[in-house]
């Protein structure tokens, strides 16, 4: 079985290397995600030589763009962070995920406090350098922060696209097209319940390309990556499930239907979870096999002890 990476701030796992010489152990990525990958951990600030403990860091807006700066000795410590993202491509390039800590200038995704060197005030509004450099990089890498990984929404979506994209990783270095339609057709549900005119778009993209360059492949990545980024909605679930139930029409009874169609209706209500049409869905998959349900990765997307889709 394909061993998962998922490159991480090395913080988020208890390693005291912050500034203060703390740590921010994440527990779900330790006693939780942590079973079923195998975590790349970085600090790119210890990595560039800085000490633990060390003088912070902070982002500024100067003339030349944003920069890190150390306030205390006024060092500017852009260009190594960079060079750091350069140093770590061997692990970058094999991972099919990243979990940020929220807030640092270093590692930050989004919303780093942003100063402005004149007057001293701070902005919201920055991005990490590491990040911001992993952005650049790895368009199509799942990226998410500690804190937001606390919604189940989003700790949901961010799981759903890493083991999408180790999936895409698993494909051929040179798919051919029937590779590129069977992945594609794998996606087809979760791709419906996150952006249906994306799922179309990219579904005529594919059948008109003859050659898979690696210029065309990695723009449908990037475009199915960028569609499962968006939260899935209970309308396009609701369809997505009703679109399954279609299946079981002629081989259920009259009462089975019905317990299917009140348990799509009370989903699409906010009385049940997902969880719940699902289970039933998976239960008559198993009693009447079909090979093309069977192989999407909606019924499937990620271990079921994560537990992922008890809060949606
Ligand atoms: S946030 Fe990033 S740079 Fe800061 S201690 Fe954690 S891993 Fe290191």
Known sequence: MQTIKVGI???LLGDEVRFDGGHKRSAFCTDELGRHVEFVKLCPEVGIGMPVPRPTIRLESREHGVRAIVPKTGEDVTERLTDFADRAKGHLTQISGYVLCA??????M???KLYNPENGHARKE???IFAAQLQQRYPALPLEEDGRLNDPALRENFVMRVFVYAAWQGLSQSPSKADLLGFHTSLKLLLLAHNQQVYRELGR?????QEMTAEFLKSYIEQVMQALAEPA???NHTNVLQHIQGYFKSVLSDDQRAELTDAILAYRQGIEP??????????YLREFPNDYLAGQRYLNPYPKDLKLRYGL
Do not use: I, M, N
């Open 233 to 235: 909605t209970r309308a």
């Open 103 to 108: 807030k640092s200038p270093s590692c930050g």
């Open 126 to 128: 920055g991005t990490g």
């Open 9 to 11: 701030s090395a913080c």
């Open 205 to 209: 993209q594919v059948a008109q390309q």
């Open 110 to 112: 989004e919303r780093v």
């Open 274 to 283: 997902l969880l719940v049409p699902l289970t039933l869905l998976r239960h």
